[in-house]
């Protein structure tokens, strides 16, 4: 079934994780999809062979989300390719681990996700949102974390969560009245390169699920392509959890 054929997509930080699994779930529903990348040249290229491989339609595109004029470029250029943009997912992101009393965690550390997982987040929507058309979708990742802190050591990146939740919910309004929905999916763990599920940390983050065990990246991909679908028009201003009942 093709549910959003026509449409165009553009998806930050689909060469790997998360991102790249929502890059072939939009293809596979008919999107046509730009993602970009900033270093895994090769591995972007994989994701877009693949797609191409089972008949969709999808664009690398190198630019880094701390650089917001590289941003503005590549909404840019995710619109030229597709003549259109209907569907923004802010999936590239990172996380630095430490408490607040250590020491290798300093405000370089700060600044560098703040820069990535808030200041690109915001730098991509307002490149966006003046080509979107009537009806377009912007849907950020963000995290359980950003709505709990129930181990140490992850405060910063909580804190841009938290911003990209805020920033979702007072987007929603901004933009409610041009048909634009804003929605947040917040993963629980999800086995990726940055939180393996075979790490020496994965048994403590699979306890604290309901369902004790790491999500896959597909399994968040299913929730952005419900948010980016024709089952979600009167949906907008949410976060939903896609965390094993993480938060239950
Ligand atoms: P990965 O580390 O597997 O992939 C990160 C992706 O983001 C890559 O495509 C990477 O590109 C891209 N990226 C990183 N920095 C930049 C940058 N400066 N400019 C452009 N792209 C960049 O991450 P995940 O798939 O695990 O995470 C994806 C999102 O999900 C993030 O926002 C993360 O915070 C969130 N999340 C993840 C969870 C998890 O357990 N995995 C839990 C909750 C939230 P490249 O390949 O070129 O480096």
Partial sequence: TYRLSGKAALVTGGSRGIGAAIVR????????????????????AEVAKTVED??????????????AGQVAR???????????????VNSAGLSLM?????????????DRQFDINVRGVAAAVRAAVPLMAQGGRIINIGSVF?????????????????????????????LGSRGIT????????????????????APTLAGLTALQRYGTSDE?????????GPDATYVSGVALNVDGGMLA
């Avoid at 089972?54 to 650089?67: I, N």
């Avoid at 950003?146 to 804190?159: E, T």
């Avoid at 929605?183 to 086995?191: K, Q, T, W």
């Fill in 25 to 44: 779930r939009l293809a596979a529903e008919g999107t046509a999809v730009a993602f970009s990348y900033v270093d895994s040249e090769e591995r972007a």
């Fill in 146 to 174: 950003g709505s709990a802190s129930p181990l140490p050591g992850w405060g910063d990146y909580s804190a841009t969560k938290a911003a990209v939740a805020a920033y979702t919910r007072a987007w929603a309004r901004d």
């Fill in 74 to 88: 590549l909404v840019a250029s995710a619109r030229d390719a597709f003549g259109r943009l209907d569907i923004l």
């Fill in 220 to 228: 968040v991909a299913g929730a952005v392509a419900f948010l980016a």
């Fill in 98 to 110: 430490g408490k607040v009393d250590d020491p290798s965690l300093d405000l370089a550390a700060f």
């Fill in 54 to 67: 089972a008949g969709g339609r999808a664009l690398a595109f190198k630019a880094d989300q701390a650089d």
């Fill in 182 to 201: 804003v929605n947040a999916v917040l993963p629980g763990p999800i086995d990726t390169d940055t939180n393996p599920a075979a790490s020496i940390h």
